[in-house]
């Protein structure tokens, strides 16, 4: 299945020069989102997470389904402001922006297997900074899975620690 044929591409979005990739196109579609879950779940399962980690708010939309069908924990990585118990935090550059991420300080086990899930690996910068998060925590890392990769970003370079795969390439 090529879910590239499900993700609408829109020009100059949120600024001039952006090629955003649309993922509600693939998300609205129920046979073509279970089948972008179940691919995911696929790559992810021989790593054999204990939980599985998932930055707001697109990496909800598939890391959360991920852990569901694993039959593990999911742990939300937040925006500023959001979570209600002890955080950390790590600051991090967007292809558009910057940001800071926060975690609940308790969410993982010291030692614990992490999988982190996201719709779009851009610059890297948001999975380097929920890395570095849980490199904090005391967990352990053991891959990374996104939907989308813009490979012209290089954001594998920022990742060159961790096993990383991508369903979709642009
Ligand atoms: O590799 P990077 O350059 O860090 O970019 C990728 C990130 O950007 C998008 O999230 P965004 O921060 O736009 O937030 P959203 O999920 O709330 O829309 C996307 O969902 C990834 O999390
Ligand atoms: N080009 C892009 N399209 C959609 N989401 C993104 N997040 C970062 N870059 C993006």
Redesign the pocket.
Known sequence: MDFRDHIRVISDFPKEG????DITTLLKNGEIYRASIDALVEKISPWQPDVIVGPEARGFLFGAPVAYALGVGFVPVRKPGKLPAGTIQETYA???GFDTLEVHADAIQPGARVVLVDD?L?TGGTMLATANLMKKIGADVVGMGFLIE?TFLNGREKLIDYPVFSLVEY
């Open positions: 952006i090629s955003y990739k967007l292809e558009y779009l851009a813009l």
